[in-house]
Each structure stands twice: as structure tokens, then as C-alpha cells.
């Protein structure tokens, strides 16, 4: 035993001697490596990347751009309008949060709709939260049902007693709460609670903006210490031409009522700025924003156009201010409709409309 003693003194000394000449390496060490291999200390500071997920037609979108304060995502009362991982960045003194929108998970009847699920999965990829909006209107559903299950095959385990245990938050958001009454709110929340181990839920009316402010808090208490990311005025992570054809499509979608969903595809395929140079019809001090609209059929066509052009213009009117602001200069939409015969379910077609 004293033999054994004996080494184990031996060993601590030689652990000490150890650490003390690991201290006077580090020390020695120029400032560049000595910063690569030093913990960060953020000081309280907050960020990281919220995955905002839920059935389509719950409140993604429109939630998103409450919490940012500007639009950011197209919010239309019609179901699957978000196509596509949209990136709203949330600035505060203490944090930076970064919310990312996502499709609407769904059964998909087309590879369209499979491409969408497609990007829901790499939206999902290193998340620090997660946000699942459920309406308050609405009964838990089949669809409910089967986004938790994903949820939990990817964030989830189960502990010794059979209980769920998130590896990131996942905050409840009961949106919608405007359309029922008291009563019926508590007893939806409670119905919510026993659906799943949320680590918190939160019922908001976006719309209304109520509570909005009680979500943004509790996202941002459930995010980890981090650095801040992006420069405090960047609100998205969209390009110029991204966020011009999302807003081109969420006009059509107000303007045409049902008459014609999800045949649309938006492609800004220019933006020639006043000093680009180049052809001398755009030589006129003006932003030209050169945009193709793509529908299915040949027939659908008038229906985009409408009578004397009447659906281009009503368009190109709502969105004057806001391209105007995305490009910095005044601005001029030149729309022009074509058709992509059966494009939701071509894969090459797909790929060319950034599918």
C-alpha cells in the first residue's frame, strides 16, 4: 500500500509539473493562437438559429415578421405559401437570434411538395431551438401528430422513467389566440401540455400582436451563449432577388384569390441598377427589376394577366414601395408571364426555379 502511495504522490507531482509548464507554454504562446484556443467568455451575450415549425397555415410567417418587425415572409391565409427556409435576423442589446421559417410540414402529393419537406430537414440541422406553432382554433391533429414524431427521432430521447428529454428547447407557441374566447384558450393549453414536454409555451396573437414581445423573451432565455453573428441592422438573410420574388409571389397570391394557388413560381432574373451601364432602354436613372412568372399551363396565363393587364399593374403598384427600398433607387418591375409545363413535378424544371 505504501508502494502504492508512494507512486500516486509521484504521479500528482508529475501532473502538477505538467500543468505548470502547459501555463507557461500557453503564456508564451502570440496573441492570434493564444485567441483560437481560449474559451470565450460572451458575457451573459445570446445567439443562435430558432426553427420556426408547424402544419401549413398556422402563423409561421406571420409571427416571424411580428418578432422582427418588418416583413420578412410571405403571410397569406392560404396553406403552403412559404417554399423555401427563410432567415429573419432579431437584434436585441443581450442576444441575436436568427428564426428560420420553414415550409409547412406536410403529406406531399407532388415533388414540389417533397423538395419543401426536403428543406424543412436541412432547416432542422444544427438548430439551437425549436418553435412549433400550434393554432388555437384548431384541435391537434394527424399533422400535429406527425411533426412531433420527427421532432422527437431527431431531438429526443427517452430517460430511465420513459419521459421525453429534448436535446434543444422545444417552446410551444399557441398562435391564433384572437379567434377564441378565454375559456376555450385555457382548455386548448391544457390539452397542448398534455400533447407534449414542451420546456415552454407561450399563446400569441401575431396578428394582433399580442404577446409578442412574452415569445420573444422566452426564445431568447432558451437560446445559449454565443457571438453575435451578423451586423446589428441586418434584418434577413435574403438576397435583394430572393426577397423581391417572394414578395412578387405573395402579391399574386392576395390578388388572384384561389383561382390559381400553387402553379406560380417567381424568378428574378435581373436587377440593373441606375450606373450599370449596359443597354440604353435602363439608362434612365431607374432600378429595372426583370422578373419571369411561371405558371403550368398555357390557359392560366390570362389569369395571371387579367383583363387589360389589370392583375401586372394592381401588382406592380402594391410592391412600388417596397422594391423601391430593396434596391435603394426607384424602381420599375417588368413582369413577364410564361409557362413551365407540369413544373411541381419536373426535377430539372424544379432545380432551374430554385427547387
Known sequence: MKDIDYMNDEMNEDMDDM?????????????????????????????????????????????????IGTQIAIASSRPETTRKAIRGILTTPNAQMVLV???????????????????????L??????????????????????????????????DASGNWVWKVPLIGIVTKIDSISRDELVSHLIEIQQFADFTDIVPVSALERDNVDEVKKVLIDNLPEGPKMYPDDQLS?????????????????????????????????????????GDAQYDDNKAHVIVSVYVERDSQKPIIIGRGAEHLVRVKKRLRTAVNRITGAKAVLDLHVKVAKGWQSDPKKLERLGF
Not at 52 to 60: D, E, Q, T, Y
Not at 245 to 270: K, M, N, Q, T, Y
Request: charged share 30%.
Open 19 to 67: 500543468d505548470d509548464m502547459n501555463d507557461e507554454m500557453f503564456a508564451n504562446l502570440d496573441p492570434s493562437l493564444k485567441a483560437s484556443v481560449e474559451v470565450p467568455d460572451f458575457n451573459g451575450y445570446k445567439s443562435g438559429f430558432v426553427a420556426v415549425v408547424g402544419r401549413p397555415n398556422v402563423g409561421k410567417s406571420t409571427l416571424m415578421n411580428a418578432l
Open 101 to 123: 421559417d420553414t415550409p409547412g410540414i406536410h403529406r406531399p402529393r407532388t415533388l414540389l411538395g417533397q423538395r419543401l419537406n426536403d428543406i424543412v430537414d436541412e432547416s
Open 125 to 158: 440541422a444544427d438548430v439551437d431551438a425549436i418553435a412549433f406553432l400550434l393554432p388555437a382554433d384548431q384541435e391537434i391533429g394527424p399533422g400535429d401528430r406527425r411533426i412531433l414524431s420527427r421532432l422527437r427521432s431527431d431531438f429526443a430521447k427517452k
Open 237 to 277: 438573410e435574403e438576397s435583394p432577388s430572393s426577397m423581391i420574388a417572394e414578395l412578387i409571389r405573395g402579391a399574386f397570391l392576395e390578388e388572384l384569390d384561389d383561382e390559381l394557388p400553387h402553379s406560380l413560381a417567381v424568378v428574378v432574373d435581373d436587377i440593373v441598377r441606375p450606373g450599370d451601364g
